[in-house]
Structure formats: C-alpha cells, structure tokens
C-alpha cells in the first residue's frame, strides 16, 4: 500500500471553539460512512468546519477521488469521495497513485475487511495503524484489469441497489395495505360487514412461560421461546434450544414479549409460531392461543402501528419495562368477520412472499459478490490477457 498509495490521517478541530464547525466543509465521521449501507461514493456529511478549523487541527482537506477507510474502533468500512472532504482521527484515507484505481482499491479495502479486523490492536478501542496499512501487500493487477474488474463489480451493485430500493418499495407499499386493510378504511371485494370491537382476553387464551434457562442445551429438539425470541419486526429469532418437555406452542400461536431490557422495542410485537410441536415456551413473554379466527390476520393486527403503541403506552418499570397480563387481556381491537380476515391475512401474506423471495435473491447475490472478489481482487480469475506477470508490491 505504502507504494501505490499515500496514507493521510484525519483529525478533530477543538469542539470548544465553536465557530470551528460553522463552516461549509465536509468533514467525515465514521457514522456517516455507516449510514452509506455499502455504497460507494459519499458527497457530504451531516458535520461541517471552517478553513480556519483545518488550520488548527490535524484535519487535512483531501481530494475528491481519496478512498476513505474507517480505522479506529469501527473498522473496514470505505467510501470514495466525491467532493473534497476531510476527516476525525477516527480514519486512515488513501490517496492513489497513477498505479492504482481508487475504486480497485476501495473494493480490495472491503474484501479485506475481516483481515484488517484481525490486524487491529488497542485496549480501550482497536485500531489499525498507519504503519500496519502502509505494508499490507496489494495485487498489482494492469489498470485496464483493474478497470474491468471495478465494471464487473459496480455492476453488481448497481443490481443489488436496484433491488435494496425495490424491497424497501414493496415494503412501504405492504405498509400502506396493512394501514387500509387493517383499519377497515379499505374494504376487499365482497366484504361490506360492520367490524367489532373486542378485547384481547375474548379473542386468545392468554398463559405466560416460565423459566427454562436451567434446562438450555445446545443442540436441543426444541427451540425456547422467551424474550429474546422476537424481533422488533415480529419475526421469530431461534438461538435457544432444550430437551425440555413442557408448555409446547401449536402451530397458529402468538407470542408476545412481556419484559424488555432494551428500551421497551419488543414489547406489545408478537411473532407467529408456523410449526407444531418444535417451540417451547419460556420466561418472560406471552402466549396467545387463538379461541376462533385466523391467527396470522391477529399477528398484523397486533404489530400493526397503532395496536403497538396502545400496548407500549401501558407498559410499566424502570430498570426492566413491563407490560402486564391485564393490560394485554383489556387492550381492544376492531375485527372483521372471520372471512374478511383470512382474506386480508391472504394478501397481506402474499405480499410477505414477495419481500421474502426479493430478499432472498438480494442475499444470493451478495454471496455471490463475494465470490467474485475473493476471484478477481487476487488475480486467481483474469478478466484481461495479463501483458506482465502479476506482481505483488508491499
């Protein structure tokens, strides 16, 4: 790197002169490159200083083109600059010479990532230093290879972008269908009947787990449901298993967290239980067993945003949240006839099937990213007749 590159660090201005950070200067904090989500090229950051800020700091201007590297606490994620930029000390940024391509290297920093990792060293926050990047060895593939490569995998990106925007777009849109379907603002063909309003405690039969934390095995034939089991989306979260037979979940069951030491997020969500026989219920959630009516309409009742928040407004304590068996029992809802909420669980969960399949394809191909770096970052793939042997420079 030491060779192809020059490596210059970031800095901080004083943060007790104010007037430091009034300026119209990009000046990046690794947050900023984090919040990028793995693309590629950033043209501002929420921080900006003043000419006299770099003066008075270690904070250097870089050119548009320097690839960014975050190297102290978090590290190995990377952005090219568009724009002329500086940065915190919390960054080690590369400016390329005529040898190398900035996004060669940019993609080569992200296929090393782990490496870079393993590299760091420090107590209180792990760094990579200066020193150690400067003799990180680097293939010196010919810049037309180094160009083909950098198309290949831009175009990929670009792929997975498309599809990233995509998800979130049907996403917003099953949100919006949730919000009409839910409320009965929008009606299926069909459908013309009044809703209800019932109580969650005429709905479900309602049970709390106890604890099954002296019977957690590895390798378990059952999967423990407890507090940890559901996720702020409501999908169920598998990492606990035991040989304990108890208090098995049916298929169609709800789970709802009861407790919550994160701040409260998971209370009021329930995940649905899609299997029979495999879950057994822990400490520190409910269950929620269906009298009559269709179980996955009631999971999108329950998550739905209003439903949540009428819970979480009840929810109680102080080092660790809480939201009773009461408060779940009297918490009200409007339901339609048991036809009218198997056919909204129907397009609502065919619209899950469209996110999932869309997400699924997105992980295929960002599997398949990888191999294709691990391939042609190292030369073990050419995409070019090489003219030269390759050469590895340190």
Sequence with gaps: MGEVTEIIKGGTPSRNVEKYFRGNIAWAIPSDITALDSFLYIDDTETHITEEALSNSAARLLPAGTVLLTSRATIGETAITTVPMATNQGFANFVCTEKLLNVFL?????????????????????????GTLLNIEIPCLPLEEQRAITEVLSDVDGLLNALEALIVKKQAIKQATMQQLLTGKTRLPGFSEAWETKRLGEIFKISAGSSKSQYITQGGKYIVVDMGSVATDGQLIISKFTDYEGDFLKEGDLVMPKDDIGGGKIIGKVAYIDANDLYVLGDHVYALRLIEGCPKFFSYLINRYETNSSLKSKVGGSAQLGLSRKAVV?????????????????????????????????????????????QLLTGRVRLVKPKQDLEIRT
């Design 106 to 130: 940019a993609y080569y920093l992200r296929y090393i990532k782990g490496k870079l990792n393993d590299l760091a060293s420090g107590s209180t926050f792990k760094e990579v230093t200066k």
């Design 330 to 374: 009297e918490q009200e809802v409007p339901i339609p006839t048991y036809e009218e909420q198997y056919a909204i669980a129907s397009v609502l969960s065919d619209m899950d099937a469209e996110v999932a399949a869309l997400e699924q394809r997105r992980d295929k191909t960002r599997a398949i990213k990888q191999g294709m770096m691990q």
